[in-house]
C-alpha cells in the first residue's frame, strides 16, 4: 500500500521532481563519465611511454571525486529538502488522516529510493554516453592515433558510482527521517506561509552600499593587477578579501538598488507587472545574499580555473615544437653563486670533479668515456652529431641593461612575475657566437653574422621578449670585459635546447674573441642528434649515467629527450584539461542547482500572491512574464558578475602563462565554459517551467 502511494506520489508530482531529477542525473552522468576516463579501452591502448600520465590521471581524479562527491552529497540533500518541504501540507493531511509518523517516513524514503534509482538508471546511462566521447578525446591527447576502439563500460566505476550515490542517497533519507519526525503538525500546515525577513529596509541606504561595493571591488581589482597572482603578500591577500567583502555588500545593497533605479524610471516601473516582480526579487535577494555571493565566486573559480589551467597546458605545447628541434639536451652545472656571500661556488658532485678537469669540460668527450666506464653502447654509434654552448657570467646587470637602454623590466614584465631586486641581483649570461651558429645550424637554422663590436640578445622565455625587443630597438652599448659592444636591434627568439618550457631569459652571444682564454663557464648544454633509430638508447644511456655514482663518468645535471618533452606536454594537457573540466562542471551544476532551488522555493511560497494576482485580472501570460524576469535576473547576476570578477583575474593569469608560453585559451577551454553556460542556462528554463507549472497548478 505504501509503494503504490510513494509510487503515484512521485508520478503525480513528476514536475515538482524536475530540477531534483536533473541535478542527479547530470552528477551521477559527469561523476562516471570522469572516473572512466582512466580504465577506459581507449585509454588502455595508448603507447607505453604514456603510460604514467594515465595512471597519474586517475590517481588524481579518483582523490578529486572524493571531494565531488561531498559536494553532490549536499545538492542532492539540499534539492531533497526542497522537496520535503514544498509537500509540507501533503504531509499535513496525511497525519491528520491518522497516518504514522513511521508510515510517513516510509513513503517518503520510498520516493527518494524511486527517484534515486532512476535517476541512477538514467545518469548512468548517459555518463556511459559520454564517457566514449571522453575517453577517446583523452586517448588522442595522449597519443597521436588510437584506431579500433570499441564501446566500453568500466564495470569498476560502474560500482562504484552506484555505492557512492546509495551512500548518498542513505545519508538524505536519514536526514528526511529527522526533519518528519521532529516536525509538528502546526509548521507542516502553516510552513508555506512564512515570508522572507527583509535584512536591508532602507532604499536610499541600500543605494549607498551598492556604490561603495563597485568601489571595493574596483580597489580589488586594481589591487590584483598591480600585484598579480606569483606574489602572495598583503597585497594579495587584501585585494582576495576585498572581492570577497565587496561581492558579499554588492548582493546585499543588490535588490535595494535596483528597487530604487526602477522606481525612479516611473514607466518601466508602473510598466505590466514589473513592480509586483521587482518586489518579489528584492525580497528573495536581500534574504539570499551570502548564498548569491559564494555561487558568484564559485562561478568565478570555476571559469578561471578551467580557462587558466587550460591555457597553462596549452602555452606549453604551443613551445613543443620550437623545444624539440633536437634529438636529446644534456646540461651539465658547474658553479652557481652563493645566496650570502655572492660568489660562485662549485656545485659538481664531491669526486666528479677531477674528471671534468681530465676532459677540459668538454662533455662530448667525457660523455663517449662514461659510456665505456659503464660498459654501453658506443657514443659514435648512439650519436650522429653534437653540440656544447657554454654560459659564462657576464657581470651585466638588468639595472646596467636599464641604464643603457632607458628600459626597465618592470615596465614590461607583469606584476608580480620578477622579484623587486629583479634587476640589481640578476645577470644575463654569455655565449660565444660560433658555439651559439654551431647550435643554430645542428638545429637546421641560418648563422648569426656579428660584428666584432656587436653584441646580439637571445631570448626565448616569452615573459621577458617584450622587454628585450624594447631593449634591443634602443641599440645600447654594454660593456663585457672591458670591450663596449651595441647591441643589434634585433633579437633571437629560437630555442636551442630541447625542453618543454624555454628559459633562456637573457643571454648575451658576443665574438668569440670578447671571452677571455682562461674564462669558466658555470653552465654547459649539450644538443644532440642521435644516429637514425638510436634516440630511446640513448635516452636509456643518459639515464644510467644520470644516476650512476661512479665518479668516472661525467656528472649530469638534467637530461631532456624529444620524447619525453612531448610525452608530459600530451600528459600534461589531458590531466590539468580533465581535472578541471570535472571540477568546473560540478561547480556550476551546484550553484546553478541551488539557484534553482532557491527560486522554487520561493515560487512555491508565494503562489497565493501569484492566485491574487489571476484574481485582479492579470492575464496568464503576464504573470508568466514576471515569473521569467525574476528568475531570469536572479540567475544572471551572479554569473554577471563571477564573469567580471574572471575578466579581471584573466588580466593577470595572461602574465603568469607567460612563464609557459605564448596565452593561448584554446578551443577546449572555450568548448568547456560554453557547455557550462550550457548546463546554467539548461538550469535555469528547468526552473522556469517548474516554477510557472507550480503557479498554473496552483491556480486552477
Not at 423 to 446: C, P, T
Request: with cysteine; aromatic share 10%.
Amino acid at each position: 500500500m505504501l509503494a503504490k502511494l510513494a509510487f503515484a506520489n512521485v508520478r503525480k508530482s513528476a514536475k515538482d521532481f524536475a530540477v531534483y531529477f536533473f541535478t542527479l542525473v547530470l552528477g551521477i552522468a559527469v561523476f562516471y563519465a570522469f572516473n572512466s576516463v582512466a580504465g577506459s579501452d581507449a585509454v588502455a591502448r595508448i603507447s607505453e611511454d604514456t603510460r604514467q600520465m594515465v595512471e597519474l590521471l586517475g590517481v588524481i581524479i579518483s582523490g578529486v571525486s572524493l571531494f565531488i562527491a561531498v559536494i553532490l552529497a549536499f545538492l542532492v540533500i539540499y534539492a531533497n529538502r526542497f522537496l520535503i518541504k514544498r509537500r509540507n501540507k501533503e504531509f499535513a493531511l496525511y497525519l491528520t488522516l491518522g497516518m504514522r509518523k513511521s508510515d510517513l517516513f516510509k513513503v517518503s524514503a520510498l520516493e527518494t529510493c524511486i527517484v534515486g534509482a532512476l535517476s541512477l538508471v538514467v545518469g548512468l546511462a548517459l555518463g556511459i554516453g559520454i564517457s566514449q566521447v571522453l575517453s577517446n578525446v583523452a586517448a588522442s591527447m595522449f597519443d597521436t592515433a588510437v584506431e579500433g576502439v570499441a564501446f566500453s563500460i568500466s564495470a569498476e566505476t560502474l560500482v562504484y558510482t552506484v555505492a557512492v550515490f546509495a551512500v548518498i542517497f542513505f545519508v538524505t533519507v536519514a536526514l528526511n527521517t529527522g526533519y518528519l519526525f521532529k516536525a509538528k503538525l502546526i509548521d507542516l500546515l502553516h510552513g508555506d506561509r512564512k515570508n522572507e525577513v527583509l535584512t536591508l529596509r532602507s532604499l536610499p541606504l541600500s543605494f549607498v552600499l551598492f556604490v561603495v561595493s563597485c568601489v571595493i571591488i574596483g580597489i580589488s581589482y586594481k589591487l590584483l593587477m598591480d600585484n598579480g597572482l606569483m606574489n602572495v603578500n598583503e597585497q594579495f591577500i587584501g585585494a582576495t578579501v576585498l572581492v570577497c567583502v565587496g561581492t558579499v555588500l554588492f548582493f546585499y545593497s543588490l535588490s535595494g538598488f535596483l528597487l530604487r533605479l526602477f522606481q525612479t524610471i516611473r514607466p518601466l516601473y508602473l510598466r505590466g507587472l514589473n513592480m509586483f516582480f521587482l518586489r518579489q526579487l528584492s525580497a528573495r535577494v536581500n534574504s539570499a545574499f551570502v548564498s548569491m555571493s559564494v555561487i558568484s565566486l564559485t562561478l568565478f573559480l570555476a571559469i578561471t580555473s578551467v580557462c587558466g589551467g587550460i591555457g597553462i597546458c596549452n602555452a606549453m605545447a604551443s613551445g613543443v615544437e620550437s623545444g624539440t628541434k633536437y634529438d636529446a639536451s644534456v646540461i651539465t652545472g658547474y658553479m652557481t653563486p652563493d645566496p650570502e656571500s655572492g660568489e660562485m661556488v662549485s656545485i659538481v658532485p664531491e669526486g666528479f670533479d677531477a674528471f671534468v678537469e681530465e676532459h677540459d669540460r668538454d662533455m662530448a668527450s667525457g660523455l663517449a668515456d662514461s659510456a665505456a666506464a659503464l660498459g654501453a653502447a658506443s657514443w659514435d654509434d648512439l650519436v650522429d652529431r653534437s653540440v656544447q654552448v657554454d654560459f659564462y657570467m657576464s657581470g651585466i646587470t638588468y639595472g646596467d641593461v636599464r641604464q643603457a637602454s632607458g628600459e626597465s623590466i618592470f615596465d614590461h614584465v607583469g606584476a608580480g612575475i620578477m622579484s623587486s631586486d629583479m634587476e640589481s641581483n640578476s645577470f644575463l649570461d654569455v655565449v660565444g657566437v660560433s658555439q651559439f651558429n654551431d647550435a643554430r645550424e645542428l638545429a637546421g637554422l641560418e648563422p648569426v653574422a656579428l660584428g666584432e663590436d656587436e653584441a646580439l640578445i637571445w631570448s626565448d622565455f616569452t615573459t621577458t621578449v617584450p622587454y628585450f625587443e624594447a631593449v634591443a630597438s634602443k641599440q645600447p652599448v654594454l660593456s663585457y670585459e672591458g670591450r663596449d659592444l651595441r647591441v643589434r636591434s634585433e633579437i633571437s627568439r629560437d630555442t636551442l635546447e630541447t625542453t618543454g618550457v624555454a628559459q633562456r631569459a637573457g643571454v648575451l652571444v658576443v665574438p668569440d674573441s670578447c671571452i677571455p682564454s682562461d674564462a669558466v663557464p658555470y653552465s654547459s648544454l649539450l644538443d644532440v642528434q642521435c644516429k637514425p633509430g638510436q634516440a630511446e638508447a640513448f635516452g636509456a644511456f643518459m639515464d644510467e649515467v644520470e644516476n650512476t655514482p661512479d665518479t668516472n663518468t661525467w656528472p649530469v645535471t638534467m637530461v631532456q629527450t624529444a620524447s619525453d618533452v612531448r610525452t608530459q606536454s600530451k600528459g600534461l594537457v589531458a590531466v590539468v584539461s580533465y581535472l578541471a573540466m570535472y571540477i568546473g562542471f560540478v561547480l556550476v551544476i551546484a550553484c546553478a542547482a541551488i539557484l534553482a532551488i532557491q527560486q522554487l522555493t520561493d515560487a512555491s511560497n508565494n503562489v497565493r500572491r501569484y492566485e491574487l494576482l489571476a484574481k485582479l485580472g492579470a492575464p496568464e501570460s503576464m504573470i508568466s512574464g514576471a515569473l521569467f524576469k525574476q528568475i531570469g535576473i536572479y540567475f544572471l547576476f551572479p554569473l554577471v558578475l563571477g564573469v567580471a570578477h574572471t575578466l579581471c583575474a584573466m588580466q593577470v593569469v595572461i602574465d603568469v602563462v607567460r612563464v609557459f608560453g605564448y596565452m593561448d585559451i584554446g578551443q577546449m577551454s572555450v568548448i568547456a565554459v560554453a557547455a557550462f553556460l550550457a548546463v546554467y542556462g539548461a538550469y535555469f528554463l528547468v526552473t522556469y517551467f517548474t516554477a510557472r507549472a507550480m503557479v498554473r497548478f496552483r491556480r486552477s
